[in-house]
């Protein structure tokens, strides 16, 4: 049994302007599962939904967001959750911080200026669990932040004191405090320079590596893929066009749209020049019919224009969206 099944999710936005209704397809079709204990990535470039995604999947669904078909179940420590009929006090009160943890985008913002480290590390325990015994509770904080390399000082600085780096391993210490069965980590080497962004992709490891939780990273670059993933998962305009090993994907992509990524990839001593994808993604309030990336895929064929490419198993766990692949891998 997976760890999360989410079985042929749709989730629209729906907005309204001018007496006009628009329905936004940000997440369309799309089926995948969550292992326990795996690292899974989740790649594609800006407006192929992978944000949404995450809103769906750590149940931050507010309007003009809604589920329109399709399920999401996780299998968490205390019992199986439905995110569909979950309610709101439950979310609150087992899942959210406790089973699913988030590290934002930009999450050295999420820090309350004007509050040290440690008052934040109170708000969020003192919320979900509560403080009985503050001695307790202090030798709890010290010991986690000492396991992720935080100097102890860190939880009496206030966010300014720290750098850039510093500020998302305590985004991440906050997220790890509960042990939560699934960490959503969204972009959050953005904004660091490679030397940071080695060391707090090498934390997020370790944190996995011995808490045994899943990881869902979500970011569009592909190099952080292929330093962490264990999985990885394209999306293009609202839809998975690839799964795979993330040794699969970087070294036999299959579908067009992943070729084009990974071939876009800088290779150290390489001067050719990398050829560009030609166009923009799809406007998703009006997405083209048949195989969405169909305008840019420089293979398409007459039937990509209209037929929807179903996704086919191509052995080993590896899944791809493409009419070429019919009877397997070219
Ligand atoms: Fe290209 Fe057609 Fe495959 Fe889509 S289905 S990726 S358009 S060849």
């Known amino acids: 049994m997976p760890f999360l099944q989410v079985n042929n999710l749709k989730a629209y936005y729906r907005t309204e302007m001018y007496g006009i209704s628009r329905m936004v397809r940000a997440i369309d079709d799309v089926s995948m599962t969550l292992e326990p204990n795996e690292i899974y990535g989740v790649a594609g470039e800006s407006s192929c939904g992978k944000t949404t995604l995450i809103k769906v999947l750590s149940g931050t669904i507010k309007p003009p967001l809604k589920v329109y078909e399709g399920s999401v179940n996780y299998r968490f420590k205390y019992g199986s959750v439905d995110m569909a009929s979950v309610s709101n006090e439950e979310l609150q009160k087992n899942v959210r911080w406790k089973e699913i943890s988030y590290v934002m985008q930009g999450s050295m913002s999420v820090l309350n200026p004007v509050r040290k480290v440690i008052k934040t590390f109170e708000d969020i325990i003192g919320t979900h669990e509560g403080i009985k015994?503050?001695?307790?509770?202090?030798?709890?904080?010290q010991e986690h932040v000492k396991k992720l390399g935080?100097?102890?000082?860190v939880l009496n600085s206030y966010p300014h004191e720290l750098s850039g780096g510093m500020k998302q391993r305590v985004a991440i210490a906050l997220a790890t405090v509960f042990?939560?069965?699934l960490i959503i980590a969204d972009e959050p080497t953005t904004a660091l320079d490679v030397v940071v962004q080695r060391g707090v992709l090498q934390l997020l490891k370790e944190i996995q590596a011995e808490s045994k939780n899943t990881v869902l990273l979500v970011t569009h670059d592909m190099a952080v893929h292929a330093?962490?993933?264990?999985r990885?998962?394209?999306m293009y305009?609202?839809?998975l066009v690839e799964e795979a090993q993330a040794e699969i994907i970087f070294q036999k992509p299959e579908h067009p749209y992943t070729r084009h990524l990974i071939s876009s990839l800088p290779v150290i001593g390489d001067k050719s020049g990398k050829s560009s994808l030609e166009g923009t993604p799809p406007n998703l309030a009006n997405p083209p019919e048949g195989c969405r990336f169909h305008p840019r895929c420089p293979v398409a064929r007459e039937s990509c224009k209209t037929e929807v490419p179903p996704m086919r198993d191509l052995g080993a766990g590896h899944r791809a969206a493409c009419h070429l692949l019919q009877g397997g891998a070219r």
């Open 227 to 230: 330093n962490v993933a264990d």
């Open 237 to 239: 305009a609202g839809r």
């Open 232 to 234: 990885v998962g394209i």
């Open 179 to 181: 042990q939560p069965s």
């Open 150 to 153: 935080l100097p102890p000082d």
């Open 133 to 141: 015994n503050r001695k307790e509770f202090l030798e709890r904080i």
